[in-house]
Every structure is written in C-alpha cells, then in structure tokens.
C-alpha cells in the first residue's frame, strides 16, 4: 500500500485532496515528525473535547480507536444520531466491523473516502488513523462554515480575516505562518471578547508569551481545551496546517453564539438601512411636493388676476412678465413635478420589493393632488394668456381710435378756429347793399362748409362715445375735449344764423335806399355794373377755390407716405409669419417622431432592459440637445406678438401646441427611463432572469382582464379597479411567491437574538449591537415595553417591527 493518499469528496460538490502533487506540504508533513507530533496533540484534545460530553476520552489515538467503539461514540456525540449497535466481541472481524460501521456512517453523511480502510485503523497505522480524524474534522467542523458565499477552509479563512483585520501587525493569509505570532489567536479573542485582554499592550516580538495567553484564555474562559504547547507552533519553520485549522475551528464554534448575533445585527441594519433610506425618500418626496404645491398656490393667483391695465406699455410689461414665467419659472417646476412622480414611483418599487407597506403621502400631497392642482395651474395659464392677447388688441383699438379722434379733433379745430370771430363781426352795418348780397353769397357758402363738418362733428362725438364704452383711460380728456367742439359748434350754429338774420335785414334796407338812388344808379349805370362785376369776380375766386385746393395738395403726399409706411409694417410681419412657420412646422413633426420612438423603444420585449434603457438614454440626450430650436421659437413669437400678429395662415401650430409638445416629451422621456430602472430594479431584487423577464412583458402585453381566468388576478393586480394595470403591477404579481426578502418575523428573531431571548431589548443592547446610527434609529422610534418586572428603559422590538412592515401602527 503506498502512504496515506486520501481524497474526500463531498455530495455538495465539495472536495478536498490531500497527498496530492499539488500539496506537497501535506505529503511532507505526514512524514516530519514534529508535524505528526501536532497533529496527534490537536487531533487528540479535539477528540476529547467531545468524548467528554460521553464521560470517556482517549489517550493514544491509533490505539484507542482500533476497536472502532470509542470511534462510533465520538461520531454519535458530534453528529446527535444513533450509530447501528457495535459488535461487542474482540476479535479481528468484530473490530473491522465496527470501524467500517463508523466509516460507512461518515460516508452516509456525503463523504467519499478514498483509500482509507477498515484494517489500517484496526491495525494501528497512524497515518490513516490520522487521516481519518482530519476528515471527520473537515465534515463536522469545517464544511459547514460558510462566510460571504465562501465554506469550508475558504469560509474559515476568510472568517478569520475579516474579524482580525482591524488589528494591527496581523495578516492571516493561510493556516500556518500567519499564526506563528499568537497575535491572530490573541485578534479573534478580543474581537469577540475583549474583556479577557488588552490587545493594545501585546507585542508581536514575544509568539511565546503571546501563544500561551491565548491558549490559558481560550482554556478557562472559551471552554476550548489546549490542543497545542506554544512550543509546537514556535519551533517549527510551517506549523501544520491541519492542526492549526482544528484549532482555529473551534475558535469559530466556541464564537458561534456572537456569529449568530453578528447576522441578526447584520439583518437588521440591512433592513433598518433599508428603512432608513425609504423614510429619507419620503422626507424629500413631502418636501418636495410641498414647495411644488406652495408655488402651484402663489402662482396660481397671479394668473387669475385679470386686471387691465389702462396703458399698452403696463400691458406689453405684463406680457413680458408671463414671457419670463414660461421661460425662466415654469420650466423648472415641470422638471421638478416630474421627478417627483419619478421619485414616487422608484419609492413605491422599493417598498413593494422590501415587503413595506405602500407610501401614503400627506393630506394633499398625493401625486393626484399635485396632478390636479397643477391641471388648475394651466387652465389658469391659459386663461391668463388669452386674456393678455385679448387685452392688448383692445388697447390696441383703443389707442388707435384716440390717435384717430385726436386728428379728427384736432382738424376741426383748426377749421373752426376764428370762425367765432368772423361771425362775430358787424361790417354789414358800413357795407353798400352790393357788399351785403356779396357777403350774404360769402356767408351762404360758410354755411355750406358748416353743414358739411356737420358730419365731422358727428363722427367725432362718435369715437369719444366708444371710447368711453371701452373704457379708454384718458377718457376725461377726452370727453373734455368733445364737449368743447361740440359746445363751439353749437355756438357757430348760432351765430351763423344770427349774421344771416342780420345781413338779410340790412339788404333789405338797403334796398329801399337803392330805390332812392334809383336814378343815380340809372345814370352811372355803366360804371356800377363795372364795380359790381369786378367785386363779383374777385369775390367768388375767393370763396369757391383758394383754401380746399391748397389743403388737398398739401395733404396728397402726406397720404401716399403713411400707405408706404404701413405697406411696409404689412411686409414685415409676413416675414415674421413665415419665419415662425418655418420652424414650428419642424418642430412639431418632430416632437411627435421622438414621441413614437419613445413608445417603440419601450414597448420591445426581446431586448435586454440595460439596451433599452441605453436607446432611451440617447433619446434623451437627443431631445435636450434640440432645446435651443424651442428658445428660436420662443424668441420669434416674441416679435410676433410685440408686432400685434395674432394668424398665421402658413402653420396650424400654435407656441402653446409647442410649448405643451415640448413639455410632454420631456415628461414621457423621463417618466420611461423610470419605468426601465424600476424594473431593473425589480428584477435585480427579486432574481428575474433576462428570459422570464421577456416571458412577463409578453405575457403583459397579451394581457385579457376579460376572461374569467384573471378575474382572481385583476384584483390582486389593480385592487383600486381602475381597469388599468400597469407592468410593474404584473411583475410584482408574478414574483410575489418567490421573492426573496426580509419579513417582520425574521426581523423580530433577529431582535430576539440580540436580546438573548428577552421578550424586550434594552437601550446599551441597541448600542453595543447596532452601528451608532440605527441603534438611535431605534431608540427614537421603538416604543416602550410594558410587563412585569421589566426594567426600566426596555423597549418593545416586536411592535416596531411589524410596524416597518406596515403590520401595526406605531
């Protein structure tokens, strides 16, 4: 037989070979003495660490297992089982039986032992005896350590590396040299019970001293038995590494209890960090809702306030205002509204995730609420706009019928201006009765003139008429200014028939004094006829062409420059018109491309989510990119509405189709993106493969809430019997069976634990446990616990508990 070459294999899959090429300290170590040695002592005191619990123990150990009795004892005490009854006799076979009885136990236990026979034990070969104790060691001791998804010796070793690795001039990398100093033994005794020693004072120059400290230690306080002498460790260049992972093994065992309280501490920060982050998102959701509601609230009756302003410039200063309210304030307050459903949303993902009851915002605070105050907040918008434009095309009529009454009123008065005096005037009185009938024809024509500003007049008091119906500002002047054309009017109409009164009069006596002079005018008949035809002449050129041919001359080429003038404007806004067009029919064809992308990307079912999510991020960065376009068309409909256009025959959109396209766009974008990351959020947590993944949205996308078949899932998956469910919905039903997350039970053992089985913990419990903040965490909020002989301070762990899970009130 060739020496001890054993090879265990376990039915998990774990294996472990020993005397392999690859293990050549193994195969030398079983031929050194002075490991043979260790590993006999530590294999020795671990055998009788259990045999004592039987009241027996052994003391040489290829001896006193050679009739395999005190071997199958040794397996009943560290398994708990019953072994099959043992052959009493002494003979050879009686003995071979009894081992291969507790070799077949071993194997029963998911061990394949290679090379290990019934006849070496029962012969005494040290070797194999020593092999076999290394396995049941391996089995009993070591296989089912598991730390951070790592067992066994891996497990160990990394067990023992994480709890030394705070201390100082210690660094376990394997176990043998890494434990030569005694400070790991002495690292693993004061992380778990630092009461026993004062690491601080240790020096790594004294292995002696610093070995059997923690041995003395380990023996009086751990009720761990000495398995080695510092001397075994010191005076060799390799310790063996079997025999000080027995050694260490029991270490792991005897600290079990604090390992058990160190995963229900581990729980419950992991779910109090769970909490503590969900109420922080809670925190930021109310404060966020509150400032968007406390804008919604100021912002909302400053757009109800329709008050005119009686001037174009107060109200062109308004428009301006509302410019810098969509431009500069809203904007931001879209962006905010949705991440706040965004936030809302991933909040309740993770809830629904950590079996936490759902987050139920404050009164008024609900995404509803803020949805429908912020609906009021755009009814209110564009009522305001509508108003504004409505309002400023009245003041625009309004300023142009007071330039127009202006022009008018002013052309009159300048007509009438001396007319007063002229009426007033008695020349008549000294006139010959040819200057009477020569200024009676002078008078009847200003009577003409006069009947035709009848008319002037008119439309004069008309306009001030309007004016005061529309409520122009500077109405007083206004009417002021009326009331003295038409007060001066009525006073020339009254003068004028006084003079005609007082001209016909003093025809008439100068007719009878013409009769007198009859004769005389007989006789210088001539040259009066001369004299009169003259004055005729002279007079009629006078009154009939000078002063109206002059002003229409004047007032020809004044005409003709205000027509090119507003020929001009007209130009003007076309271009403006066309400009605007231009631009919103590419944007808005556009919004709608990106729309249907959106929609498209999200609703592909054989893509990886990280894809989607990849395609979705371009998109966005796509969409952020074009936002200089809409400041272009911002800045065009400025113009537009400062140059008073109000159609546009070359689009059919409007800057509020635009506005609402751009604003909507960046809502779906986002709100998309968010479904994406809830959902890998949700499938991450709840171990959803890529495949079942696509089997859901499938699934989802084929969805019949008719069929009575879903009848039972409709109200598991839309309990509010909205007729609308939404993916995640589908996928947390889907998932709910297997999801693989704390519960108020398991969180309430793990409390339990740390209060060594007290119904209550108390505050130095929290403290010593926890990490500083959750143990205040749980001080503040954990409710007192009430009993008798309870001492004072104890808290109630089971009703906070169930209360992070929404199953009680606090």
């Known amino acids: 037989m060739t020496q001890l070459e054993t090879t265990v294999h376990y039915d998990n899959g774990f294996e472990e070979v020993y005397m392999t090429q690859e293990d050549e300290w193994d195969r030398d170590m079983l031929l050194d003495p002075a490991w043979e040695q260790q590993q006999r002592k530590t294999f020795t005191a671990w055998c ?49 039986a009894n081992v291969n009885k507790a070799l077949d136990f071993i194997t029963s236990k998911g061990v394949k032992l290679v090379s290990i026979g019934a006849e070496e034990i029962v012969d005494g070969n040290v070797k194999m005896t020593l092999g076999m104790i290394w396995t049941i060691i391996l089995r009993f001791a070591i296989q089912d350590i598991s730390v951070e998804e790592t067992s066994a010796k ?132 109310e404060r966020l809702a509150s400032e968007l509601l406390e804008w919604i609230r100021r912002t909302t009756p400053w757009l109800e306030n329709k008050t005119p302003e009686k ?33 809302f949303n991933t909040l309740q993902t993770k809830l629904r995730i950590s079996n936490r009851p759902a987050f139920m915002p404050s009164e008024g605070k609900m995404v509803s609420d803020i949805a429908s105050a912020w609906q009021g907040l755009e009814q209110a918008e564009k009522g305001y706009e509508e108003w504004l434009l409505t309002e400023i095309r009245r003041l625009e009529r309004l300023d142009h019928l007071a330039e127009k009454f202006r022009q008018k009123a002013t052309n009159h008065e300048n007509w009438a201006g001396g007319k007063e005096l002229i009426l007033s005037q008695t020349d008549y009185e000294t006139a010959t009765l040819v200057e009477i009938r020569a200024l009676l024809r002078k008078h009847e024509a200003f ?25 122009y500002h500077d109405v007083a002047a206004v009417n002021q200014r009326c009331q003295s054309i038409c007060d001066l009017w009525d006073k020339l109409g009254t003068l004028t028939q006084k003079r005609r009164e007082s001209l016909e009069r003093t025809e008439k006596l100068l007719e009878t004094i013409d009769q007198l002079f009859l004769e005389f005018a007989k006789r210088s008949a001539p040259f009066n006829n001369w004299m009169e035809g003259a004055m005729e002449d002279l007079q009629d050129m006078f009154i009939v062409h000078t002063i109206e041919e002059v002003q229409v001359k004047k007032l020809v080429p004044q005409r003709d420059g205000a027509l090119q003038e507003e020929m001009a404007h007209q130009h003007a806004h076309e271009r403006l018109r066309r400009q605007f067009a231009a631009q919103a029919n590419l944007i808005g064809p556009w919004a709608q491309t990106r729309m249907e992308e959106i929609a498209r990307c999200s609703m ?85 493969s890529q495949q079942q993944m696509n089997e859901f949205r499938s699934s989802f996308s084929h969805f019949d809430r008719g069929e009575v078949e879903f009848a039972r899932i409709m109200i598991l998956v839309d309990p509010s019997g909205t007729g609308l469910v939404s993916f995640q919905s589908f996928i947390d039903f889907m998932t709910r069976e297997t999801a693989d997350t704390d519960t108020a039970e398991q969180v309430v053992a793990s409390f339990r634990i740390l209060a060594t089985d007290k119904p209550y913990i108390l505050v130095e419990e929290l403290r010593r446990e926890l990490p500083p903040e959750q ?29 992070l899970y929404g199953e009680s009130d606090l």
């Not at 003391?59 to 050679?66: G, L, P, S």
């Not at 301006?320 to 905010?336: A, C, L, S, T």
């Not at 966005?620 to 990119?625: K, L, M, Q, S, T």
């Not at 007192?784 to 209360?803: I, M, R």
């Open 154 to 285: 891996e497990g160990l070793l990394l067990w023992c590396q994480r709890k030394t690795a705070p201390y100082r001039n210690v660094n376990v990398q394997n176990f043998h040299v890494s434990w030569k100093d005694g400070l790991a033994f002495c690292a693993l005794i004061h992380r778990h019970r630092p009461d026993l020693l004062d690491y601080s004072k240790l020096n790594k120059d004294d292995p002696m001293g610093n070995l059997n400290l923690a041995f003395d230690l380990a023996e009086k306080h751990l009720d761990i038995p000495k398995m080695l002498d510092a001397e075994d460790i010191i005076n060799t260049p390799k310790p063996d590494e079997r025999a000080i992972m027995t050694y260490v093994s029991c270490f792991y065992h005897a600290f079990a209890g604090a390992e058990q309280a160190e995963t229900a501490a581990n729980r419950i920060s992991k779910v109090l960090g769970v909490n503590q982050e969900n109420e922080k998102m809670m925190e930021e959701y």
């Open 604 to 688: 592909e079912i054989g893509g990886a989510l990280e894809d989607q999510m990849t395609q979705l991020k371009q998109c966005e960065h796509v969409i952020v990119a074009y936002k200089p376009n809409i400041d272009k068309l911002e800045g065009d409909h400025q113009l537009i509405q400062e140059s008073l256009v109000f159609d546009n025959k070359h689009t059919n959109y409007t800057m509020e189709h635009i506005r609402v396209g751009w604003e909507l766009l960046l809502t779906t974008i986002a709100r998309t993106i968010n479904e994406i990351e809830t959902q890998i959020l949700t499938r991450d947590a709840k171990g959803i």
């Open 775 to 803: 143990a205040e965490y749980c001080i503040m909020r954990m409710p007192p616990y009430t009993g008798h002989g309870v001492p004072p301070g104890a808290l109630d762990y089971t009703a906070f508990s169930t209360a």
């Open 447 to 471: 009577e003409s003139d006069l009947a035709a500003h009848q008319d002037r007049v008119e439309q004069i008091a008309a306009i001030a008429q309007e004016l005061n119906e529309l409520d």
């Open 48 to 96: 009788n660490s259990h045999l004592r619990k039987a009241g027996t123990q052994i003391e040489n150990i290829e001896e006193d297992f050679r009739n395999g009795l005190k071997l199958m004892l040794l397996l009943e005490v560290i398994s708990g089982e019953r072994l099959p009854k043992p052959d009493r006799g002494k003979m050879r076979f009686h003995k071979i």
């Open 311 to 343: 001037t174009m410039a107060e109200m062109q200063r308004k428009l301006e205002d509302f410019r810098d309210y969509r431009r500069q304030h809203k904007p931001p307050k879209v962006q905010e509204k949705c991440q706040l459903e965004i936030n």
